[in-house]
């Protein structure tokens, strides 16, 4: 009986939590290194990218933020942190280590990469703004540090929650990720 009791304690607080507006970390995303690369090289990038002219190209910095009408191979991340911190968790380092692997791949060894870090509309903008910036450091750290991936070929950069997922739901935690952009297309 106690254990029963425990179990509806914890599914009345989780269910509190959520009402109040407190939010769980996002699930861990099971993306293997193969599909990374496969969304990352630019022959998988769609038509705006190969019909990108040189005309469109010009004048993009890849330092900053990206134009939101720039269409460059991508892929989304779910990389878990502690929360309201850039500490990575088990789940976020796992994720890592995946898109590690698909870095040092051959199909994308000469590329460089944008490593855009989203908040959730949750809270002040300035204060998402910084966290979605020193997420993003986090993971080219943690890139650098442990797999030994250049520094030249990775540019953090936050976009904070200027550029939701789910614009419906501006709290989602789809909305709380990092973004992966090939930008060998630029150069």
Not at 31 to 48: H, R
Not at 62 to 90: H, M
């Amino acid at each position: 009986m106690g254990f029963v009791r425990y179990r509806a304690y914890l599914a009345t607080g989780l269910a509190a939590l959520c009402l109040i507006g407190g939010s769980l970390p996002a699930l861990a995303q099971h993306v293997n290194s193969s599909q990374i690369i496969s969304a990352l090289k630019p022959e998988n990038a769609g038509p705006a990218v190969r019909s990108m002219s040189t005309q469109a190209k010009r004048g993009i910095q890849v330092t900053g933020q990206l134009p939101a009408a720039v269409d460059l191979p991508a892929i989304a991340l779910t990389i878990n942190f502690e929360l309201d911190s850039a500490r990575l968790t088990t789940d976020g380092m796992i994720a890592v280590r995946s898109l590690a692997a698909a870095l040092v791949s051959p199909d994308l060894s000469d590329a460089r990469f944008q490593i855009a870090g989203h908040t959730d509309a949750q809270g002040d903008f300035a204060y998402n703004q910084r966290l979605s910036e020193r997420r993003a450091e986090a993971v080219v750290e943690h890139l650098r540090n442990f797999y030994d991936i250049a520094p030249d070929r990775l540019v953090p950069v936050g976009y904070g929650f200027t550029r939701l997922l789910n614009t419906a739901v501006p709290t989602a935690p789809e909305n709380r990720r990092v973004e992966i952009i090939n930008l060998s297309q630029l150069s």
